[in-house]
Structures are given as C-alpha cells and as structure tokens.
C-alpha cells in the first residue's frame, strides 16, 4: 500500500514538474544576453552598474542576469507576485499589442520593462530599490525577446504543445528556453565571443514593440514544427533566429542602461 502511494506521488510530481512553464532562455541565454550587453556598455555605466551591484557581492550584468527566475527557489512569495512580468500572452496572431486586453493591472513583460526602467533612472530612490530594478530590466529585455514569451494565449507561449525529440518528450516552450541553445554545445562565454560581431546598434523601438516582433517570429519563422515531433534539422533552422533576438536583446538592453544610467547614445 505505502509503494502504491510513493508511487502515485512520484508520478503527480513529475505530471506537475512537465506541465509547468519553463525559464525564458535559461541561464546560457539570459547571461549571453548579459554578457553582450556588459561587453558594449561604457566605462561611466559600467561604473553605475557596479556601484549599485558591489553592495550585494556582485559586479556585472552577468551576475544578476538569472536573479528574476532565481526568486522562484530565493524568494517564492516575490516570485509569485512577478510571475505575469516575465512575458505578455497576445490575442491572436495580428501580434498587436493592446494593453487594457494583452496586459491588465500591467502585469506583463512590456509595464514590467517599463516600470522597472523608471525605477532605476530614479537616482532619489534607495539604492537597493534601484539595484533590484536593474535586475528586472536585465532579465526581462532577455525575456521578451525569446519569442514563445511573446506569443499566443490559447497555447500559453507553446507551454501545451507537446513534442518528441528522439527519446524525450518536450514542449515547444521548453525546446526554445533550454533545448534549442544547448544543442550548438557552446557554454554562454562561447556565445558571447560567437554573437558579439552581429551586435548592431539598437534602433528606437521600444518594449511593446520588441513583444511585437517576438510574437512576428512565433508566427511567421517556422517556430512551430509540422507534426507533434523536431529533429536536428528543426534546431539547425531556429538556432539562428534564437540567436538573432539574443543579440537584438543584447543592443536594446545596452541602449536602455546608456539612457537611463549614463545618458544616450542616439
């Protein structure tokens, strides 16, 4: 009797743990997106970003670029209370950003972005406050750009599309925010050094756009696969637009740090 409950437990366990969403890139995208734009930023907003960093033992971009998923383990009742920031559902594939419908009580990646932004270019706030918002704008630029975090409410971002990839089950969610990075073997400092050539400089769209662009990718690139399986010609096709909007992150975050910490560079 004690086997059979073990068991039964075990099993709701791992139902819960494949059915609930994933980590937008995981930490290898999220630090790349942190290293390029460490790599880019200026001396004075290097400096910005230290002084309000050192206080907490950390220093770059690199070091805080996880801390929003982190929060999950560090601190779940913040991690509850953030969880709708990190991506924005659209209504259909039109991929038009409606915020009284997309983003309610502004609980959304794009007011998220937004909000945490203000936050941090206010020097009269608390240091800490300032230093959390940093975080915030660090993980959630990544965020929007991975396109499943920007996409369509009836599938939840592809978190109910299920896959099979050889031997293992996947979702389409899952396969963009873990599967798809690691299948090129390369560790977030590979990715670094093999992007940082194809950061341009950012153009002048903002937040509501990037999640625009991401849900365009979503529909128009091939992110969904023909049938209920991928394969390594699936992951050779998207590895290349994945690592495009980690780049396009990689600009907009530099862009947004230069303005908000250190004056524009346009």
């Given at each position: 009797?004690?086997?059979?409950?073990?068991?039964?437990?075990?099993?709701?366990?791992?139902?819960?743990?494949?059915?609930?969403?994933?980590?937008?890139?995981?930490?290898?995208?999220?630090?790349?997106?942190?290293?390029?734009?460490?790599?880019?930023?200026?001396?004075?907003?290097?400096?910005?970003?230290?002084?309000?960093?050192?206080?907490?033992?950390?220093?770059?971009?690199?070091?805080?670029?996880?801390?929003?998923?982190?929060?999950?383990?560090?601190?779940?009742?913040?991690?509850?209370?953030?969880?709708?920031?990190?991506?924005?559902?659209?209504?259909?594939?039109?991929?038009?950003?409606?915020?009284?419908?997309?983003?309610?009580?502004?609980?959304?990646?794009?007011?998220?972005?937004?909000?945490?932004?203000?936050?941090?270019?206010?020097?009269?706030?608390?240091?800490?406050?300032?230093?959390?918002?940093?975080?915030?704008?660090?993980?959630?630029?990544?965020?929007?750009?991975?396109?499943?975090?920007?996409?369509?409410?009836?599938?939840?971002?592809?978190?109910?599309?299920?896959l099979r990839y050889?031997?293992?089950?996947?979702?389409?969610?899952?396969?963009?925010?873990?599967?798809?990075?690691?299948?090129?073997?390369?560790?977030?400092?590979?990715?670094?050094?093999?992007?940082?050539?194809?950061?341009?400089?950012?153009?002048?769209?903002?937040?509501?756009?990037?999640?625009?662009?991401?849900?365009?990718?979503?529909?128009?690139?091939?992110?969904?696969?023909?049938?209920?399986s991928i394969d390594?010609?699936?992951?050779?096709?998207?590895?290349?637009?994945?690592?495009?909007?980690?780049?396009?992150?990689?600009?907009?975050?530099?862009?947004?740090?230069?303005?908000?910490?250190?004056?524009?560079?346009?």
């Open positions: 009797m004690c086997l059979q409950r073990s068991a039964v437990i075990l099993f709701a366990v791992a139902a819960l743990a494949a059915s609930a969403p994933l980590l937008a890139w995981g930490p290898i995208g999220h630090r790349t997106v942190a290293g390029l734009a460490q790599e880019h930023l200026s001396p004075a907003v290097q400096k910005q970003v230290r002084q309000l960093l050192e206080p907490d033992n950390e220093s770059t971009l690199v070091d805080v670029a996880t801390w929003a998923d982190d929060l999950r383990d560090t601190d779940p009742a913040r991690y509850r209370s953030t969880g709708k920031m990190h991506y924005v559902n659209f209504a259909s594939g039109q991929c038009s950003y409606v915020p009284q419908r997309d983003c309610r009580k502004g609980e959304c990646v794009v007011a998220a972005i937004e909000r945490y932004e203000k936050i941090l270019g206010d020097r009269s706030r608390p240091r800490a406050e300032r230093a959390d918002a940093l975080r915030f704008v660090v993980h959630f630029i990544a965020d929007v750009h991975q396109p499943l975090h920007a996409s369509f409410k009836r599938d939840k971002g592809g978190n109910t599309v299920q050889g031997r293992e089950n996947w979702n389409l969610h899952g396969v963009w925010d873990s599967l798809l990075l690691k299948s090129a073997g390369l560790r977030w400092p590979d990715y670094v050094r093999r992007l940082a050539p194809g950061v341009k400089p950012a153009d002048r769209t903002g937040p509501a756009q990037w999640a625009e662009e991401s849900c365009r990718v979503v529909r128009d690139e091939g992110v969904y696969p023909e049938g209920n390594e010609a699936y992951l050779a096709r998207e590895l290349p637009v994945a690592e495009r909007r980690m780049q396009l992150a990689a600009a907009r975050l530099d862009a947004v740090l230069e303005r908000v910490l250190g004056g524009s560079r346009d």
